[in-house]
């Protein structure tokens, strides 16, 4: 049975990390070039700490799904990346920026990880800058920012609406420089279907070269997970079409746990469903809401164009209800008070399922030149999908499944459960807690994979300096291959006559509609049975065409949708055992009288970390207590 020890160092919060840095065990320069490390991953976590440990002489060998590193999803973020630099002196500070994040994550984040992920934000700005990435400016030539939901300074640093792609390319171009120098060898179109542990440690991963079929061994000394998050569990979201849960969840069957796995976040403003044959959905930046002022008619099922709609006869809802913090409350709360106000009939649209993002007011007072130098881009991709000029008339939008909280536990050196196996970026359940604040997933990839893995992995490869190449000759990658070659084999024999894209938009709607952004135990259980019913009916009638040696995106889309279905379950399950409600995650039973979230801090502040048990066995639960010393639990308002 796992243990958690969490690895949290003592001392004052704002010492921990620089101590226990100072003290870690280091490898030479000598007997890194003797290690070899598996990064997966090539998005802003698994490229940083790809360029970072390939700069600190050690062989790293870097994998992704794409043709290019550079494709990663990473490369959606539009928005911003969170620092404490405090550049505008409007009081912002390290520990401010932990206080934010800390409460909204409505308090179920570790402060330690917290903090650190805080302290390291302004390294992460000043590596940028140095590798060029061209961040916006203000008038005086010092780097500009701009404000995000759920706090009240103005620390996000952004590349117009394009900030992921940006420092995504200064990064690829980090770990081009490796690759040219030998320490990185990149491993394109290769996905990652299983993780190889060696008397009990993370020595490998089987691969599918996507491009001719084969099954791979690849070995190291440690293997990093850097492989995103799973919000593409409701179909419909905001993240790239591939963005999945199989590496994760692979690690979690050979026993990492898995933490939190229901809290996932609704993002407030995703361009709403127009179609029934959507596969995805695009965001509209949380940056517009600087500008952009949410609203809906006073008056129910009104029907008139917004234009005509004067302004006496429209409910700023977000800055009625929440005055203090208006259209910039945090993304939880703004997407709820968006459904709330679209089942109350409010909503607009055809549909009713969605609300006015308006820049009117915006473009009298600042004119359209600075809101285009802003927004430009999001402006365009707008136009372009709804044929709709949000210069002229508001955006409508409405809430979609953006990013997952939870993911694979780690201690406080990023590890796993499993030793030499880490998880970073998105892929681990984080710094977030219930909920992530915007511009900082960015802020958390670049911190884990630049400045925090790279350290604490040299402490565990000391032991490793005497270890030798690892070999794939044995038993242990044997088995791992073939269990993959045998789960091929059976999908493939299926011969069904449904898509893997089929079954994943049924899935996707299950989980929309009884583990998504209000969930009640009798939905959620009810979400479990309807996942085990069409599991089963996966595994009579997928089908899947053409051959295993070959490209075949069918047999990729089957082989996720299939972890899907596992991963959806723990979620429910995830969901129903917090009679809680917190952050993102909404239980119907738990909210006050003004429907805002109840927390249960004497029974809930914990991390749910769950242990895989057997594909028949109910996974089992572990509880990691939330200790707070620096920050005081209090009910989350920001009214
Ligand atoms: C539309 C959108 C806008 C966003 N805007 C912002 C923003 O402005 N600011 C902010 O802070 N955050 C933003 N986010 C969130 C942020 O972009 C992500 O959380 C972050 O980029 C995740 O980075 P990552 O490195 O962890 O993973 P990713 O960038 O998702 O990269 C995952 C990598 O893992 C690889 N991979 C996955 N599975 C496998 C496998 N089985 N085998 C091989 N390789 C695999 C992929 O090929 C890829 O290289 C946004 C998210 C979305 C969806």
Redesign the pocket.
Known sequence: MQKLDSKIPEGPLAEKWSRYKARLRLVSPANKKKIEIIV?????????AASALGELGYNVKV????DS?R????????????AAKNYRNDNDSVYRLFHDMVKGGDYRARESNVYRAAEVSNDVIDHFTALGVPFARDYGGSLDTRSFGGVQVSRTF?AKGQ??QQC?YGTYSSLNRQIAKGTVKMFPR????DVVIVDGKARGII?RNLLTGELERHSAHAVVL????Y?TVFYL????L???A??AW?AYRKGALFANPSFIQI?PTSIPVLNEYQCKL??M???LRNDGRVWVPKEQGDKRHPTEIPEEERDYYLERRYPAFGNLVPRDVASRAAKERCDAGYGVGDTGLSVYLDFKDAIEKQGKKAIRDKYGNLFEMYEKITGINPYNQPMRIYPAG??TMGGLWVDYNLMTTIPGLYA????NFSDHGANRL????????CGD?YFILPNTISAYLADDIRTGTIPTDNSAFEEAEKAVEDRIKRIMSVGGKETASSFHKRLGKIMWDHCGMRRDAEGLMKGVEMLKELEEEFWENICVPGSTDDLNHELEKALKVADFFEVGRLMCEDALQREESCGAHFREEHQTETGEAKRNDTDFAYVAAWEFQGAKTEPKLHKEPLRFKYVELKERSYK
């Open positions: 997966v991953g090539t998005g802003l976590a698994g490229s940083g994998f992704c799904f794409q590193p494709r990663a999803h990473s490369v959606a973020a539009q928005g911003g990346i969170n952004y900030t992921g995504l290769r996905d990652m279907l691969t850097a492989t995103g998050g919000g979201s905001t993240l790239g591939g963005s999945n199989s590496a692979s993002h695009t965001l930046s949380e940056s953006h990013y970073i970026g998105e892929s915007g511009a900082s997933s960015l802020m958390q990839c994979g």
